[in-house]
């Protein structure tokens, strides 16, 4: 059977589709004590145990820094996504759940049972599991009833897509990258700030926890055309890897540090490969586009309470 602790390394690519033994934990006040809540996400409840869970799950996919701020981030806003899918009357059915779990599973080349076997092994309950997997199925549901039919991909589109691919290495359709913004500019405390973030991190993901309570203008992360990026974050991207970080940059006039982060590259499809392959890739870009900027507004919007 799989090892809990090295679940991450076949997991970690299907995270955003998100799964629990049911819970035996101490009787009476303990008890209690871990279903008190401690966030409520308009007027929806957060308990303790399900950030308990959510942290011990982050822990068996990998996740090194800021579990405790990431965890909080992911249930505030499963909360606000499934909210979002009930005001329009959208439910998921079993059968798409179940077969989340089965792509998760298949992911981490197990059995959707020996993949449960494993997460309890680790402390974490079907239950809880399944509560994942069916907030990730319904928030892509959710996009693609919502922005699906805004998405048009036309002649155009794919021919310019067909375009950019070259004999001389790969072209990319798009790029996603993160950059957190420290003040100070270059100077010795933001430089230590960004040494700081750089030893906690290890994916753009684990930005998230160090950003958590700041305002939101001091994380920015999308999905861009090459052509659509500022030209000096295009150049530093251009020299890095995937998860690789950069502090060469500033903004403000020079009073702000850029900690700049690859999260990833999308390769340019060749002429060889069917126009509705790339039709749906393009279509995939745009949609991640637009759930990031939907998020972002029900975010604004809710009134988040954490006790």
């Given at each position: ?152 991909i036309n002649d155009n589109d794919i021919d310019r897509a067909l375009k950019q691919s070259s004999p001389n290495g790969p072209l990319y359709t798009a790029i996603e990258y993160a950059a957190y913004y420290i003040p100070g500019g270059r100077s010795d405390t933001a430089l230590a700030e960004a040494a700081k973030i750089r030893a906690r991190v ?106």
């Open positions: 059977m799989t090892h809990p602790k090295h679940l991450f390394s076949t997991l970690s690519a299907t995270l955003l589709i998100a799964i629990s033994v049911v819970f035996t934990g101490p009787a009476g006040a303990n008890a209690q004590n871990l279903f008190k809540p401690v966030i409520t996400v308009n007027n929806k409840i957060i308990t303790r145990y399900e950030m308990t869970q959510r942290v011990q799950l982050l822990k068996l996919l990998g996740a090194k820094a800021g579990v405790i701020d990431l965890a909080r981030q992911q249930l505030i806003e499963e909360r606000l996504k499934l909210e979002a899918a009930e005001a329009i009357g959208l439910v998921v059915t079993e059968e798409g759940i179940q077969a989340g779990i089965e792509e998760f599973a298949t992911n981490a080349n197990l059995t959707p049972d020996k993949l449960l076997a494993a997460l309890a092994a680790g402390g974490v309950s079907a239950q809880t599991f399944y509560d994942f997997v069916k907030a990730g199925i319904t928030w892509r549901e959710l996009i693609q009833a919502k922005f699906g039919p805004r998405v048009q290890d994916t753009c993901d684990d930005l998230y926890g160090v950003a958590y309570g700041q305002p939101d203008e001091v994380l920015e992360r999308g999905v861009k055309a090459p052509a659509d990026i500022p030209a000096d974050i295009a150049r530093e991207l251009n020299g890095l890897d995937k998860h690789e970080i950069s502090t060469n940059l500033t903004r403000a006039n020079g009073s702000t540090l850029v900690l700049l982060m690859l999260c990833g590259r999308t390769v340019a499809l060749g002429a060889d490969i069917p126009r509705e392959n790339v039709a749906l890739q393009l279509q995939n870009q745009r949609l991640v586009t637009y759930s990031q900027s939907y998020l972002a507004e029900l975010r604004a919007d809710a009134r988040i309470v954490i006790k």
